[in-house]
């Protein structure tokens, strides 16, 4: 994946929270618009006995426990099963390793290959409901496998590029009964003047098991973009992404350059949008030249004078002067929304603040009618991938980058 994708992918996850009582009712104002419930949130309303927390260490480290077997070097996806078992997905050797409740390795299944049940390119994986997994891979291709690895079924909905193709379609999301969530982009139209800032559109719409396209939720905002000379969308840095979450049943989307979040029925259809108070954060001359100095540290292999004029070359590269509202969101079985803030730092890692975040990441919890409960603080470095009532388990990397997955204790301060 390229330092300024299209679009970036997020997690699978289970949250937790709890709906505000009657004193809380000022700090929302709810209306319905033809069926949609909409939530405008000013405050909180987590007391201090409700507010939440992460243990200072991790409860579990998934992998350790046998020293003969490899360990994940390139995480694609982590979540528990009903039985406790635990998927990882592995993208440099194609696989999903399994292990059990005390993180001990048991098995693996898929591989490199064409074969049904193989990848060519490895993305995310996602349980859906039944315990299916749900692999991305090559061709906007969707594979499902049952939880003990046998292959179910292969959906596609890119063909091979050969030549110059007047579109670009990608899978999103995975629903179940082999629905699925894909955006298309069109490479052929004009997007604007050369050098103009544009909101960047795709076609979002959900395929049915069957093949059948609703045609919803349609046309949305993707990135914030500068037109380059080629004539299409070249992302800005430290721009506004769309962001999107499932849990198999709905799906939700949101575009930061306000704080609003919609949720979506698995027919693609809005019934509830979450929107908050929020001001947007202005990027200094100071936040930049941190960014460009992580991101040469991070990148660039150049010394002395070198390094010197690449450092200013992107010093005078055009970014955006206010962060937007939200960098990621994940969704529980039940509908609850984890939302997280984003840092200027955090575009750093591979330049988009989708990415893992460097320091320490703030996560706004709403519960599943669109209440903001309160926020919570995860670790430098932590992506999580799956939430329950009583832990967060996610992707944890160290100095060197190289990822583990963890889980934490959450519950009561």
């Known amino acids: 994946m390229t330092t300024r994708s299209y679009f970036r992918a997020v997690l699978l996850v289970?949250?937790?929270?709890?709906v505000a009582g009657a004193r809380d009712l000022?700090?929302?104002?709810?209306?319905?618009?033809?069926?949609?419930?909409?939530?405008?949130?000013?405050?909180?309303?987590?007391?201090?006995?409700?507010?939440?927390?992460?243990?200072?260490?991790?409860?579990?480290?998934?992998?350790?426990q046998d020293s003969d077997t490899p360990r994940p070097k390139s995480i694609r996806g982590a979540f528990y099963l009903s039985d406790g078992r635990i998927v990882v997905g592995e993208r440099l050797s194609a696989e999903l390793r399994v292990?059990?409740?005390?993180?001990?390795?048991?098995?693996?299944?898929?591989?490199?290959?064409?074969?049904?049940?193989?990848?060519?390119?490895?993305?995310?994986?996602?349980?859906?409901?039944?315990?299916?997994?749900?692999?991305?891979?090559e061709d906007a291709s969707i594979s499902r496998f049952t939880s003990s690895g046998k292959f179910i079924t292969r959906t596609r909905d890119q063909s091979p590029l050969?030549?110059?193709?007047?579109?670009?379609?990608?899978?999103?999301?995975?629903?179940?009964?082999?629905?699925?969530?894909?955006?298309?982009?069109?490479?052929?139209?004009?997007?604007?003047?050369?050098?103009?800032?544009?909101?960047?559109?795709?076609?979002?719409?959900?395929?049915?098991?069957?093949?059948?396209?609703?045609?919803?939720?349609?046309?949305?905002?993707?990135?914030?973009?500068?037109v380059g000379k080629s004539g299409r969308p070249r992302q800005l840095w430290l721009a506004a992404e769309a962001v999107y979450a499932d849990n198999g049943s709905q799906f939700v989307f949101g575009y930061g350059t306000s704080y609003s979040l919609t949720k979506y029925s698995a027919e693609g259809v809005p019934t509830l949008i979450v929107r908050r108070e929020w001001t947007p954060a202005p990027v200094s001359s100071k936040d930049w030249e941190e960014w460009t100095d992580e991101w040469l540290k991070r990148w660039s292999k150049k010394t002395g004078a070198a390094l010197a004029a690449e450092r200013q070359d992107l010093l005078d590269d055009d970014y955006q002067d206010a962060l937007p509202a939200f960098s990621a969101v994940v969704l529980d079985n039940t509908g609850k929304l984890w939302v997280r803030a984003p840092k200027t730092i955090d575009g750093a890692v591979a330049g988009s603040l989708n990415d893992y975040p460097i320091g320490p990441s703030t996560w706004s919890v709403f519960s599943d009618t669109g209440i903001w409960l309160g926020d919570v603080v995860m670790p430098s470095k932590f992506e999580p991938t799956d939430i329950g009532k009583d832990y967060v388990l996610g992707i944890a990397r160290d100095d060197d980058v190289t990822p583990t997955v963890v889980r934490y204790k959450l519950g009561p301060k």
């Open 14 to 18: 289970t949250a937790f929270g709890c």
């Open 99 to 137: 292990y059990d409740a005390s993180g001990k390795y048991l098995t693996t299944f898929g591989r490199k290959g064409e074969a049904p049940g193989e990848f060519r390119e490895f993305g995310k994986t996602v349980r859906l409901a039944g315990d299916t997994i749900a692999v991305f891979h």
């Open 26 to 64: 000022s700090a929302q104002a709810v209306r319905d618009s033809a069926g949609i419930r909409i939530v405008m949130n000013t405050k909180s309303t987590w007391t201090p006995a409700q507010q939440l927390q992460l243990s200072a260490k991790p409860t579990l480290v998934v992998g350790t």
């Open 162 to 226: 050969v030549g110059l193709p007047t579109s670009f379609t990608d899978a999103l999301v995975a629903l179940n009964g082999g629905a699925r969530v894909t955006m298309t982009e069109r490479i052929d139209r004009p997007v604007g003047a050369i050098g103009s800032r544009i909101d960047a559109t795709g076609t979002v719409e959900v395929v049915r098991g069957d093949g059948v396209s609703t045609k919803k939720p349609g046309e949305l905002a993707l990135m914030q973009a500068t």
